[in-house]
C-alpha cells in the first residue's frame, strides 16, 4: 500500500521528470517543433509522417499491455535507464536520414523502446514518490516537468539550428539537412546520458515487495482490474486527452501554412508552448490535490472544447495574429490540463497500488491508440484540404474527442462522489 506522505528523495521525481519526457524526444518532440523541416528533410509528406506514428502505435500498443506485468516484477532503474539508451541509438540512425521505409522501421523499434520497457514503469514509480496524499501534485510535476524538457530540447534544437541556418531563405536543402543532423545528434547524446543517470541514482526508489508479485502475470489480475468501474471512464478520458495532444503537432505547422510565419518563427511557436506544460502541470496538480483530479480534468477538457471550436469555425487567421496567439495558449492549457490529471485519478478511482503497472497497461492499451490513427487521420486531413481548410478539420476533429472527454470525465467526478 501506499503511505499518505512520501518519504521517498525528492530528486527521485527530477529523474522521472527528465526520463519521462527525454525517450519521447527523438520520436515525437523534433517533428513537432520542427514539422516543416522534418517533411522537407525527410522528404515525406503529413500523411507518410503520420503513418510512422502509426506504427509507432501499433508496436506500442502491445508494448502497453505486456509492459505493464513487467514494471510490476523489476525495479524501475533497469527499465528506464535501458529505454533510454536503447531510444538513443536509435536517434544515431535517425540522424543519418534513412528513406522512408527504414523510417517506419524505426519508428516500430521506437514504440517497443519507449514504451515496453519505460512506460508504466515511469507512472508506477510516480505515484509511490507521491503516496496517497499528493497524487495531484506527483502527477503535476511530472508532465509539468516534462513539459519544461520538453522546452529545453526544443530551445536548443531551434538555438542550434538557427546558428548554423543563419537566413533560412538563403539556404539550400543540403545545409539545412546538414544543420537538423546536429539537432538529432545531440538530443540522442542527452537522451543517452540520462539513462546514464537514471541507473545510478534511480535506485533510491524504495518500492514495498508486495508490489513486485509475480502473480500479475496471470490472466486473473488482468480480468480483477477490469471489474473496477472506473477503469472504464480513464480508458475513455486518456483516448480523448491524448488526442487532443496528439494535435498539438500541427500547431507550428498551423504557424507557418496559415499564420505565414517562416520555419524558425514557427518551430519558435511550437516551442514557446512547451514552457506553459509545467506551469500547468504543477498548478493543476496542486488544485487537484486540494479538491478532485476528476473536477479538474473535466474543466480542462471544457476549456479544450470552447477553443478547438473557435479553431475549427476558421476565425483564427494570418490577419489576427493577437486572436491566434490567445487562443494557441488557452488550448494548449486545456490540453496540458487533461494529460496532467489523466492518471492522477487512479487513487481516487480505488484502483490497488500493486496492480499498477497492469492497470496502466491495460488503460493505455485503449487510451493510446491515437498513436495509431491520430498521425494518419490528421495527415490525411491536411493533404487532402492544404492550408487553412485542413487545419479546420483537424480542430473538427478535436471538438468531437474534446466532448466525449467532458461527459466521461464528468461521470468520473459524479462516481467519485458517490
Not at 44 to 49: K, P
Not at 68 to 97: E, N, Q, V
Not at 178 to 183: G, R
Request: aromatic share 14%; with cysteine; hydrophobic share 50%.
Amino acid at each position: 500500500m501506499l503511505k499518505s506522505k512520501s518519504n521517498q528523495p525528492k530528486y527521485i521525481i527530477i529523474l522521472l521528470i527528465l526520463a519521462g519526457e527525454a525517450v519521447f524526444i527523438l520520436p515525437f518532440v523534433l517533428a513537432r517543433i520542427f514539422r516543416p523541416t522534418y517533411l522537407e528533410t525527410f522528404g515525406i509528406n503529413n500523411l507518410q509522417l503520420g503513418t510512422c506514428f502509426s506504427i509507432y502505435g501499433i508496436v506500442a500498443l502491445f508494448s502497453y499491455l505486456f509492459g505493464g506485468p513487467l514494471a510490476d516484477k523489476f525495479h524501475p532503474r533497469y527499465l528506464i535507464s535501458s529505454s533510454l539508451i536503447l531510444t538513443a541509438l536509435g536517434g544515431l540512425y535517425l540522424a543519418t536520414f534513412p528513406e522512408y521505409f527504414h523510417l517506419k522501421i524505426l519508428f516500430g523499434y521506437w514504440g517497443f523502446t519507449t514504451i515496453f520497457l519505460l512506460w508504466a514503469a515511469m507512472v508506477k514509480a510516480t505515484r509511490v514518490w507521491g503516496g496517497t496524499s499528493s497524487q495531484g501534485t506527483a502527477f503535476g510535476f511530472l508532465d509539468g516537468g516534462r513539459g519544461l524538457v520538453a522546452a529545453a530540447f526544443g530551445s536548443i534544437g531551434v538555438f542550434i539550428f538557427s546558428i548554423l541556418i543563419s537566413d533560412i531563405s538563403q539556404t539550400t536543402l543540403i545545409e539545412r539537412k546538414e544543420a537538423f543532423k546536429y539537432v538529432i545528434l545531440i538530443s540522442s547524446l542527452i537522451v543517452c546520458f540520462i539513462g546514464i543517470l537514471v541507473y545510478f541514482f534511480l535506485k533510491k526508489l524504495t518500492i514495498n515487495s508486495t508490489d513486485d508479485s509475480s502473480s500479475n502475470f496471470k490472466l486473473s489480475i488482468f480480468k480483477d482490474v477490469l471489474k473496477i468501474p472506473t477503469v472504464w471512464f480513464m480508458m475513455v478520458i486518456i483516448l480523448c486527452a491524448y488526442f487532443g495532444y496528439k494535435t498539438t503537432d500541427i500547431f507550428s505547422l498551423y504557424a507557418k501554412e496559415v499564420m505565414l510565419f517562416n520555419e524558425i518563427d514557427a518551430a519558435k511557436i511550437g516551442t514557446s508552448l512547451l514552457y506553459i506544460r509545467p506551469l500547468i502541470g504543477v498548478s493543476i496538480g496542486l488544485l487537484a490535490d486540494r479538491s478532485k483530479p476528476s473536477l479538474w480534468l473535466t474543466i480542462g477538457f471544457a476549456i479544450t472544447l470552447l477553443m478547438s471550436v473557435i479553431f475549427a469555425s476558421g476565425i483564427v487567421s494570418n490577419q489576427h495574429t493577437l486572436l491566434f496567439i490567445i487562443s494557441i495558449g488557452l488550448i494548449s492549457i486545456g490540453v496540458y490540463s487533461t494529460r496532467v490529471l489523466y492518471f492522477a485519478v487512479m487513487e481516487e478511482g480505488n484502483i490497488p497500488v500493486e496492480l499498477t503497472g497492469t492497470a496502466v497497461g491495460i488503460l493505455s492499451v485503449i487510451g493510446y491508440t491515437p498513436d495509431i490513427f491520430s498521425g494518419p487521420l490528421i495527415g490525411v486531413l491536411l493533404d487532402n484540404s492544404p492550408g487553412k481548410l485542413g487545419h479546420q478539420h483537424v480542430f473538427l476533429a478535436l471538438v468531437i474527442f474534446s466532448f466525449i472527454g467532458l461527459i466521461a470525465s464528468w461521470f468520473l467526478y459524479r462516481n467519485s462522489k458517490q
